[in-house]
């Protein structure tokens, strides 16, 4: 269970090209992973209890995951309800999300490579999106796989 004490969230430092480097508060997680290979997380419920930054029309807040830099990452059979953006992966690859329920709040995934930078080898499948604006949004991934989901958004369903 997450705080609403946004100060309580951890955040890294994104690598200096990327443009979220410019923007901290965007990074803050409830879980953070910087570099790791191997990352595993599976099953439970994760609640944010929500926090929010409420100039930013009371649905932002920290990520439920941030990972940067990983390798090799499996997130499975996990159910996420807060309001913020769910997992948010920056130049990472080989990530396999699988049988993961968003509820509510903002974007379900969110991948950011760079053009010098680019996410590889992603798959999502069976999970279920029910997001306040993208399902899955992001630029700059390659290799990847989204099959047997079920997507309601108030936005987009690919962003």
Not at 84 to 100: A, G, K, P, T
């Amino acid at each position: 269970m997450g705080t609403t004490n946004l100060n309580a969230y951890a955040h890294p430092t994104p690598p200096a090209y990327l443009p979220e480097a410019k923007w901290g508060k965007w990074h803050r997680a409830l879980l953070l992973a910087v570099g790791p290979e191997r990352d595993r997380h599976r099953p439970g419920v994760i609640d944010g209890n929500g926090c929010s930054i409420h100039r930013e029309e009371r649905m932002r807040g920290p990520h439920t995951f941030v990972f940067v830099s990983c390798t090799n990452v499996t997130v499975r059979d996990v159910t996420s309800w807060t309001r913020q953006l769910r997992h948010f992966f920056q130049i990472s690859d080989q990530v396999d999300i699988r049988n993961v329920k968003f509820l509510g709040g903002w974007d379900g995934v969110h991948w950011r490579g760079a053009p010098e930078r680019w996410c590889h080898d992603v798959s999502i499948v069976g999970c279920q999106f029910y997001t306040g604006d993208d399902a899955i949004a992001g630029r700059y991934w390659r290799n990847t796989l989204i099959a047997d989901c079920v997507i309601n958004s108030s936005c987009t369903a690919f962003g």
